[in-house]
């Protein structure tokens, strides 16, 4: 039995548009695990992601990368039910596996502000792993404060509020299976 296509999920209907469709978020994801296979090859590598968001695409590039890797997770919050980011990064979890001797690569849904890939990376630079680097699904093409360098990038994207794939509003719609832009009249009702 297959999942549930993204067209099956009822929510589908609040998304005003499809930025990144099920297969074509597939296909990256393939493409960047084989990237990372072959950068990190014969290398302690770990990944790192923020929950919540940052989990289905967890899920889905670790099966996509076939060398040996161990992964943990931290958590980190600053939305809390808006489309704007409240500027305060809440640390929910810690990473729990020694980093030093290993390669850390952050695996993030989305980067946004850049507020809470720059907290994090400040947090896991204490632990002073070999090489610490970002792989994030969704760039958004926006101005920021901070300069977050990614080494491996999913989609660019506009400066909209995007749900699915593991985004959410107010914790729903994480369980869409494509990107899309919400439709203004659910947010601001
Ligand atoms: C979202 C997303 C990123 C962050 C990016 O998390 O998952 O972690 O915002 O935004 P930024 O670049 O502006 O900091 P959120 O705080 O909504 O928590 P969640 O993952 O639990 O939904």
Do not use: W
Not at 120 to 133: A, G, H, T, V, Y
């Amino acid at each position: 039995m297959k999942f549930p296509s993204e067209t099956e999920n009822e929510l589908y209907t609040d998304l005003e548009r499809v930025l990144h469709s099920e297969d074509e978020i597939q296909i990256r994801v393939r493409e960047l695990g084989k990237q990372i296979s072959e950068d990190y090859a014969g290398k302690p590598l770990v990944l790192i992601s923020i929950l919540k968001g940052g989990i289905v695409f967890l899920a889905d590039l670790m099966r996509s990368i076939t060398i040996p890797h161990a992964f943990d997770l931290m958590g980190a919050s600053s939305y809390k039910g808006t489309t704007r980011s409240s500027g305060k990064v809440i640390i929910t979890k810690d990473a729990e596996l020694d980093l030093r001797g290993k390669h850390v690569l952050l695996v993030e849904d989305i980067l946004d502000t850049g507020i809470t890939l720059n907290v994090i990376c400040e947090l896991l630079k204490i632990q002073d792993p070999l090489s610490l680097e970002i792989c994030c699904l969704l760039n958004k093409c926006r101005d920021r404060t901070v300069s977050i360098p990614l080494r491996y990038t999913g989609f660019e994207i506009p400066d909209e509020f995007v749900v699915g794939y593991g985004l959410d509003y107010r914790e729903h719609y994480r369980n869409l299976s494509c990107i899309g832009v919400l439709k203004p009249e659910v947010y601001s009702a």
